[in-house]
DNA sequence: TCATAGATATGATTTTGATCATATGAATAA
DNA sequence: TTATTCATATGATCAAAATCATATCTATGA
C-alpha cells in the first residue's frame, strides 16, 4: 500500500517505462504524481551550458519529486535509470484530498516526517567513516527496540549501495564484526551480541 | 522566521540548555515542539542492555523530532551537544491549526516536502566518492540555476561537515578545482568556469 | 594594543576503502 | 538437467582520503 492509496486515492493510470525514456521535462507543467513500482528514475538539472547535473536517484516503492506537489513546473529532466513501472495520480485530485480532508493532510503529513526522519538517520550514517563502524550502526538502527535479532528484507549487496559502500567493504566489515563477536551472523540474519 | 511562525503560531517559550542537559527521555509524553536557534541536539536511542546508539544530530535552524507530531511518547532521548537555544510550541495548536485551516496543513507539508528534497540531494552528493567531484556538485547545485556565481553564506570547514569530508580534504578539492580551471575562487565567493 | 580562537591552507605519512580478480553457492530459466 | 545469473565471499593491489603536523590570516574580546 502506497501513501496515496493511504489517502483512499486510486491511480489513473499505469505507466511505464524504458530505460533512457524521459518522464517529464524541465518547464513541464506538473499535473501528475508518480509512485515508483520498480525501477529507478533519476532526476537531472541542467546548467545553462547544458553540463547536466544530476542531483536525485528516485529508487522503487517510493513517490517522488514530492516537492512537485507544491509548484506547477518542473524544474528538472526525469529519466528512466533502468526499466521502471509508475503507479500515476492527479495532483489536482491530491490536493483537493488534502484541502477537503484534514485527516489526509495529516496522514500525508505524517508520511513526509516520517521519510525526514529516515533521510536523516541515513545522512548520519553515511558520515560515519569506518566501515565496519558504519555497518555495525546500521545493524544496530535496523533492530526493533527492545530486541537483538534481525532478519535482512533485502539482499546485502543492496545494504551496502544503501550505506554507500562497495559490497566488497561491506562483506568484509562483516566478517570483521563476527570475528570482534559484536555481532552474530547466518545469512541475511543478524544478532548483536 | 521558522516554519511554525510561518503557520502564525507564537512561541509558548524561550529554553536555554546547557552542554550536556537533556531535553526529553524515551517514553516521555510529547507535548510541546521545538525549534533550534543555536546549538544541536543529539538523539540517542538505547538498546535494552543500555548501549547508547546516536542516531540523529539535529542542527541550528531546524525543528527536530518531527515525527514526534505524530506520536505520543518519545522513542529516543534527547541531549544538547552544546549549549543550546530553543523556541518552545505547543504540539495541540500545532495540530489544531492543521485540522482547521488547511491551508495552514498544505504550507507546512509544503516545509516537509521541501526537506525531504533537500535530504535526498545531500544523500546523492555524499555518495559521490571523489571529494573533487563531490565539492564541484555542491557548488553546482548550490549557484542559482541561470547563474554562474556564489558566496558562501558559511564557513568552508562547516560545508566539509555537511558533505562528509575533513576540511583538509575539502581545501584540497578547492585548490584542485582552481588549478583544472573549473571555478575561481576568493574567499567564500566562488564562479563556475 | 595584545591575546586567543577559529578559519584557511598545505605538506608528510598512514590507513582504509575502491578496484580488480576469482571462487562458491543459490535461485531461476532454458 | 544444465546453463545462467546474482548474491555471497575473500585475496591482492592501488588510489585517495584521513590523520597529524604546522603556519598564516582574521575576527573577537580583554
Redesign the interface.
Known sequence: MNPFEKLGLSPLAHQQLGKGQSLFHMGDPIARMYFIRQGRIRLV?H??DG?P??????AANQMFA??S??TDHY?CDAIAEEDCSLDVYSKPQL?AA???D?KA??S???H??????A??????L??IKSATQRVF?YI??K?P??D?ELTLPQSWKSVAAEI?LTHEALYRALAELQKSKRIERKGRQVR?C
Not at 547535473?53 to 528516485?58: G, M, Q, T
Not at 533521510?119 to 548520519?124: A, K, M, N, P, V
Open positions: 538539472r546548467l545553462e553540463t547535473i544530476p542531483f536525485h536517484l528516485a514530492e516537492a506537489l507544491f524544474h490536493l488534502f484541502q477537503g484534514p493532510a495529516l500525508f503529513m505524517a513526509l516526517a516520517q521519510q525526514v526522519q533521510l536523516r538517520s541515513q545522512i548520519e553515511i558520515n550502526t544496530q538502527g533492530v527496540p527492545g537483538r554507500g548483536l
